[in-house]
């Protein structure tokens, strides 16, 4: 069906949501805004308002925005994956609102080269391949008119370029608006990181082919990320099967809260684990990745010493005023890291897994340190059960070490979930841990973990791939590790010494 059928289609007003389930529709699959940031939708909704309904309108990959647009403009929709084109199309005929949706296989951006330029006054690049999508997407869109691409995030910076860093020299002529989502949107939903959409405009009087740039050498290959081995198909349905198979007997039966309670009772807990194992008082001590600061304060309130908290991201509880606890928006794992001084005492829970240059953290944890000072450091490890971080969702072990990312994408549009890959976690190994403790010149003092026991029946089935890790690696989620700055220069003999410290 082409974009003129839906003409004059009925424009109700879709409220289907996943925040809870809607009464009329009994729906929980979909949310009732289009994932994008929310100054972004009011740009866009501002945008279509002037159309009047007949906003010719293109979405790449289909969802809660389908809904949206639907109800709000002449909508032709791309989406590859089968099964959730059928939810998208059945709510939309539950809700009695009519949209071209049409299911085209990966990679739909070949379709695009059918329309005649300027054929749309809206394109949303939000499904799969999307520098591609954008590439022949341009040229489509008429003077005046949007191209929103969400998760610009990962356009990255010309230092560190991100996954869509190309859409900055193909779109370098649009005019451009960022929109960041700092805090929970308006559904009550909070990105763990960075979350931006963007929205681009075509100049308007610019020729309908300016910025079209065709590439007809490009082969339409299928793009298939699915893992394959030892006969077994890593994909969609595995994961989801296995997802119910351990439905029943989740890795974590009661995962962390992030209410203001349980974040002060938390860190409370973990201050006088702290207190039992340090005498941390009349001291100066900083805190790497302190998060919100709650154990930072909790210490605080418990000892006479002065705590610096600093954390690449900022917080808005750091805002509360707090004798002796200072915070600092930095990443001191990098080359130009601010001087912050020397501590007596330097400690880091769950975080260090996070961090992209994990070793030159260590460096500066211990060049921050007095000589004799110590470092308590409390990370989870890759290679562990639980290190995906999905085990909300996701509730058989090591998702991560199975399956790519875009399976976990799949997995989580099928249940009408933002897509996410596993959380970004560092592959270090506890040997590669205990290398980088030693050629940082620090001496182990303790080192402990805290493991979940092989499931031997999973690890049997699944050997294939898991048995490229050594099992004592397999069994270990979190690593501690207490650790002295030594008094002397004197590192001893240091076995690394073929790498340059
Ligand atoms: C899982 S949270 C843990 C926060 C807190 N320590 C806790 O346990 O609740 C990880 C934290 O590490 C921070 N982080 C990640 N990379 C960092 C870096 N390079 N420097 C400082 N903080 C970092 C994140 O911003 C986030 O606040």
């Not at 639907?70 to 949209?99: C, M, N, Y």
């Amino acid at each position: 069906m082409g974009v003129r059928t839906l003409l004059g289609l009925n424009k109700q007003r879709a409220v289907v949501s996943n925040e809870s389930q809607n009464p009329a529709t009994n729906s929980t699959l979909f949310r009732s805004l289009p994932w994008l940031t929310d100054r972004a939708l009011d740009r866009i909704e501002d945008f279509l308002n002037n159309f009047g309904g007949r906003a010719r309108a293109l979405e790449l990959g289909a969802g809660a925005s389908t809904i949206w647009l639907a109800s709000r403009t002449q909508l032709l929709s791309f989406e590859h994956d089968p099964q959730w084109a059928g939810q998208v199309k059945a709510e939309l005929a539950q809700r009695s609102i009519s949209a071209d949706v049409q299911l085209v296989p990966r990679p739909y951006f070949y379709r695009l080269e059918e329309f005649p330029n300027a054929s749309f006054d809206f394109i949303l690049v939000d499904g799969r391949d999307r520098v591609e999508c954008i590439r022949r997407a341009r040229r489509l869109l008429a003077p005046g008119g949007l191209l929103v691409i969400d998760n610009t995030e990962r356009i990255g910076s010309k230092d560190k370029p991100g996954r869509y860093y190309e859409m900055t020299y193909l779109l370098s002529e649009w005019a451009c608006e960022h929109f960041k989502q700092v805090g929970p949107d308006r559904t009550g939903w909070e990105a763990r990181g960075p979350w931006m959409t963007s929205v681009y405009t075509r100049a308007a009087g610019t020729s309908a082919e300016a910025g079209y740039e065709q590439d007809r050498s490009d082969p339409y290959h299928e793009i298939d990320t699915t893992r394959t081995k030892g006969g077994v198909r890593y994909d969609l349905s595995l994961f989801t099967q296995l997802n119910e198979e351990y439905r029943s007997k989740p890795l974590v039966p009661r995962p962390r809260q992030y209410d203001q309670s349980s974040v002060a009772d938390h860190g409370a807990k973990r201050a006088d684990f702290l207190l039992g194992k340090h005498d941390l008082n009349g001291k100066r001590i900083l805190e790497i990745g302190c998060g919100r600061g709650e154990v930072a304060r909790a210490l605080a309130r418990k000892t006479d010493s002065e705590f610096l908290g600093v954390d690449i991201s900022e917080y808005p509880d750091w805002s509360t005023p707090s004798e002796r606890v200072s915070y600092l928006k930095a990443d001191l794992s990098a080359p130009d890291a601010p001087d912050i001084g020397k501590f007596d005492f330097v400690y880091s829970l769950a975080v260090w897994e996070h961090v992209h240059h994990p070793y030159a953290m260590i460096r500066k944890a211990y060049e921050v340190l007095k000589p004799g000072g110590i470092l308590h450091l409390y990370c989870n490890l890759y290679r562990g059960p639980k290190a995906s971080h999905r085990y909300r969702e996701i509730f058989f072990p090591w998702p991560h070490l199975l399956f790519t990312d875009e399976v976990f994408e799949q997995y989580y549009r099928s249940i009408g979930q933002r897509p996410k890959g596993a959380a970004w976690v560092n592959q270090l190994s506890v040997a590669d841990y205990v290398a980088y403790f030693s050629l940082a010149g620090f001496s182990l003092q303790n080192l402990t973990f805290s493991k979940t026991p092989i499931d031997e029946e999973f690890y049997k089935r699944f050997e294939d791939v898991l048995g490229r890790f050594p099992r004592f690696d397999l069994e270990k989620d979190f690593l501690r590790a207490i650790l002295i700055k030594p008094t002397t220069t004197d590192r001893g003999v240091n076995p690394f010494k073929f790498i340059k410290r």
